[in-house]
C-alpha cells in the first residue's frame, strides 16, 4: 500500500471518527458556497426574464425596407439561412378590405411563413388555412382556427389566429394570405439570436445590395435588454465565490485546529511532517467535498423553482460558481493544513494548542 492510500485511509477514518465535525463543517461549507451560488443562479434567472420579456416585444426582430421601393423576396428568404438568424420572411404592404359577412373593415397583406412565425404563428399538423387572421379578430368575431371567411371580393377563405402576443399587437385586426416564395416584398422581417444582432446588421447591406435606401429597425424597443447586460457585466456577486470559499477555508480551519494535538501526536512517533500534512489537507478536502455535495443537492432543489425556460441558464450560473468556490477552498485549505501541522511538537502536545 502506497504512502498516499495509506493518508487517504487514515484521513477517511478520522474524519468519519468525528461526524460532528464532519457535519458542521459541511454544513458551514455547503451554506458559504451555496448562499453565492444561489444568488448567481436568481441573478442569471431574473436577467433572463428581463432579456425574454424585451425579445416578446420584438427587440431582436429587424424589420428592414427599402424607401425607393420593393426588396427582393427570394434574399429576404434566403437570409434564414444565416448563422445567428432564428427565422426570416417578407410582408407586402398593407390595403384596407372588408369582411363581407360582418361589414367590418381589416387590412390584409401577403406574408411568408417566416414573416408569421415570427408572429408566434405555429400550423397545427392538420392546418389547411390559406390565411392568418389577427387575435382582435377571435374576440369581435368569434374566428376560430379553420374558419371560413369571405373576404372582399377575393372569394373565401380558410384562416387559422394568431396567438395574442406583443408583436401582433398593432396587426391585430388584420388578415395576412400567406404566399410561400412572393418575388418581392414591402418588408423584411428576421428575428437574431440572442447576442447575434451586431453580426447580422453587418451582413444585411450586402444581402439587399440592390436597394437604394435600405432603412432598419426593430420591431420594440429593447428597453431593458442593455440596463441588463450592463448590470450583469458589473454585478457584485461576480467574485462572491472568492469570499465563499474564504469563509469555507475559515470554518474547515477552524476544525483542523482542534486536531493540532493528534497531529503532534503523529509526528512525535516518528511521522514525517509531509505525510501529516497530507492526512490534514486530505481531512480538509473531505469536508470541502461533502459541502459541495450538499450544495449541489440544494441547488438541484432550488432549479425546481425556476422557470423551465431560464433553468439551463441559471443553473450554469450556480454551478460556475460553486465549482469557482470549491476549487478555491481546496486550494486554501491545503495552504492553511501546511500551518495547522506546523510548530513546536512538545508545545502542542504540552499545552494543547
Known amino acids: 500500500m502506497t504512502r498516499s492510500s495509506i493518508a487517504w485511509r487514515e484521513a477517511w477514518r478520522t474524519t468519519v471518527a468525528h461526524p460532528w465535525r464532519l457535519l458542521l463543517g459541511m454544513c458551514l461549507t455547503a451554506g458559504a458556497m451555496g448562499s453565492v451560488a444561489a444568488i448567481e443562479a436568481a441573478t442569471a434567472a431574473s436577467a433572463m426574464s428581463a432579456l425574454a420579456a424585451d425579445e416578446a416585444k420584438g427587440s431582436n426582430v429587424f424589420v428592414i425596407r427599402d424607401e425607393a421601393g420593393p426588396l427582393d423576396g427570394r ?85 387559422d389566429v394568431l396567438p395574442q402576443n406583443e408583436r401582433a399587437s398593432d396587426r391585430s385586426r388584420w388578415i395576412t394570405y400567406i404566399d410561400v416564395a412572393p418575388s418581392s416584398v414591402g418588408e423584411c422581417w428576421i428575428e437574431v439570436e440572442r447576442g447575434m444582432s451586431d453580426v447580422v446588421k453587418q451582413a444585411l447591406p450586402a444581402a439587399f445590395s440592390g436597394a437604394e435606401r435600405l432603412r432598419m429597425e426593430t420591431l420594440g424597443a429593447a428597453e431593458a435588454s442593455d440596463t441588463v447586460t450592463e448590470s450583469w457585466a458589473t454585478r457584485p456577486t461576480r467574485f462572491g465565490w472568492i469570499g465563499a470559499a474564504f469563509v469555507a477555508c475559515i470554518a474547515i480551519g477552524s476544525l483542523l485546529v482542534t486536531r493540532r494535538p493528534e497531529y503532534a501526536l503523529y509526528r512525535l512517533v516518528g511521522i514525517s511532517r509531509r505525510w501529516v500534512w497530507l492526512v490534514a489537507a486530505l481531512e480538509g478536502a473531505l469536508i470541502v467535498t461533502a459541502g459541495l455535495a450538499l450544495s449541489l443537492l440544494i441547488q438541484g432543489v432550488l432549479r425546481t423553482q425556476i422557470p423551465l425556460s431560464y433553468q439551463n441558464v441559471s443553473a450554469s450560473a450556480g454551478l460556475t460558481s460553486l465549482l469557482l468556490s470549491a476549487s478555491a477552498a481546496y486550494l486554501m485549505t491545503t495552504s492553511l493544513a501546511c500551518l495547522v501541522t506546523a510548530g513546536n511538537v512538545a508545545h502542542v502536545i504540552r499545552t494543547r494548542k
Open 75 to 159: 434574399q429576404c428568404e434566403s437570409l434564414g439561412s444565416l448563422a445567428g438568424v432564428r427565422s426570416a420572411g417578407g410582408v407586402s404592404v398593407p390595403v384596407v378590405d372588408t369582411l363581407e359577412l360582418a361589414a367590418v373593415s381589416v387590412r390584409t397583406v401577403s406574408g411568408t411563413t417566416g414573416y408569421l412565425h415570427i408572429l408566434g404563428y405555429q400550423p397545427g399538423p392538420d392546418s389547411q388555412a390559406q390565411a392568418v387572421a389577427g387575435p382582435s379578430l377571435r374576440e369581435e368575431l368569434g374566428v376560430l382556427d379553420g374558419s371560413q371567411l369571405e373576404i372582399g371580393d377575393g372569394g373565401t377563405w380558410t384562416v
